[in-house]
């Protein structure tokens, strides 16, 4: 198949739209498929071929809030032969006018939301999120040819905001190389480990850090360690200086197998998240044999609890806080690792994910097609 992405993606983010959507691309690649990324910036249209993947980049200006003539021309002449588009992210003004070419030139869309419709999403910024919704977003999901969930609980979502069309549950694909990492470890020490966007709010850092001080002030033998970039950044450490939180590291962004090697030294990956729809680096931390602990407020947090796997702890400092200690001083973790280990690999490995996805193209794909032949007669 030929199939465009939508957005912008890199294997190097710490967004998990950017990283999980070059990660499918860069797989269907290797099963064959001509896959292409369309991406835009206020210069002209370039192209770029690496990893078996076109990158297309193309003009846009958000102040116009258009295309250049040059990018519908493209589009109307479709030389790439796309049979089917796929939008990431939403409320992303390129999504709605490219939504707008694709229907007028009756291509078909796919759009993955990855959580932008959940209630606390929506809940920020709400006045502009329903003017927007109600003058914009509306149309992007309603001809849409389908939508991707990334776990049970989002389609609901997909719902509530007004789609009636085809959803399919396809979780985010995550892949691990298993790096053999040597660095020294002081086996004494309990590391607890973050990984992820430094978004106060959005990521529940104040409740992390709340939660730590009330575990070290009774283990004081732990450490936490945070990995990431983002806005909060500066406001995490100001908190951590104003207050003298010990044994506490806020750290820049890790990849490849610097990332794996803090995984494999940690004792507790923590998904501290006030809401979350997926959480890679959580599965990255299962994949690789680590107990995990995360949020009710993490969608994840249903079907590890189904399975049985996880612990999973309130939003509530004091209660997390005792939770936490307790699993780390009687709580099996070497063997809730191996469970771990088990269980994500088959759920989420790339080429199950991959594959699945594909099938969702090629439905959607002899779908309209079948729809435009009986519009003909």
């Not at 610097?258 to 680096?281: D, M, R, Y």
Request: charged share 20%.
């Amino acid at each position: 198949m030929n199939i465009a992405f939508v957005g912008n993606f890199s294997l190097n983010a710490v967004n998990g739209v950017s990283y999980s959507g070059y990660q499918v691309a860069r797989y269907l690649s290797l099963l064959k498929n001509n896959i292409f990324i369309y991406n835009f910036s206020e210069i002209p249209m370039s192209t770029r071929h690496e990893s078996g993947i076109t990158e297309r980049t193309f003009a846009y200006s958000i102040k116009k809030l258009g295309w250049s003539n040059a990018f519908v021309s493209f589009l109307k002449g479709n030389p790439d032969q796309i049979e089917v588009f796929h939008l990431h992210s939403v409320f992303t003004p390129y999504n709605f006018i490219t939504s707008m070419l694709l229907k007028s030139l009756r291509f078909p869309y796919v759009l993955s939301a990855h959580g932008g419709y959940c209630k606390p999403v929506l809940s920020k910024n709400k006045l502009y999120k329903i003017l927007y919704m109600t003058l914009f977003e509306r149309y992007v999901v309603k001809n849409a040819h389908g939508m991707v969930a990334v776990s049970d609980q989002e389609v609901q979502d997909l719902r509530d905001v007004g789609y009636g069309g085809i959803i399919r549950v396809i979780p985010n694909p995550v892949v691990v190389n298993n790096f053999r990492c040597h660095k020294a470890e002081k086996k004494e020490l309990i590391s607890l480990l973050y990984l992820g966007r430094y978004d106060i709010q959005h990521k529940g850092l104040n409740f992390l850090l709340d939660t730590f001080k009330l575990l070290s002030s009774r283990r004081p033998d732990v450490r936490l360690t945070l990995y990431g970039d983002g806005p909060d950044k500066d406001a995490l450490l100001r908190r951590i200086d104003a207050e003298n939180i010990q044994h506490v590291k806020v750290l820049g962004p890790v990849f490849g197998e610097e990332k794996e090697c803090a995984l494999q030294h940690a004792t507790l990956f923590i998904q501290p998240s006030k809401w979350e729809v997926f959480g890679i680096s959580l599965i990255e931390a299962m994949m690789l044999g680590r107990p995990v602990a995360l949020t009710e407020g993490c969608y994840l947090s249903a079907t590890l609890r189904r399975n049985g796997l996880g612990l999973i702890i309130p939003f509530d400092p004091e209660k997390a806080a005792k939770l936490i200690q307790n699993y780390l001083e009687a709580g099996p973790l070497v063997e809730d690792g191996r469970k771990n280990k088990i269980f994500a690999i088959h759920e989420f490995e790339l080429d199950k994910i991959a594959r699945q996805i594909l099938g969702f193209y090629s439905l959607l794909s002899k779908k309209s097609v079948n729809s435009f032949m009986q519009s003909l007669n």
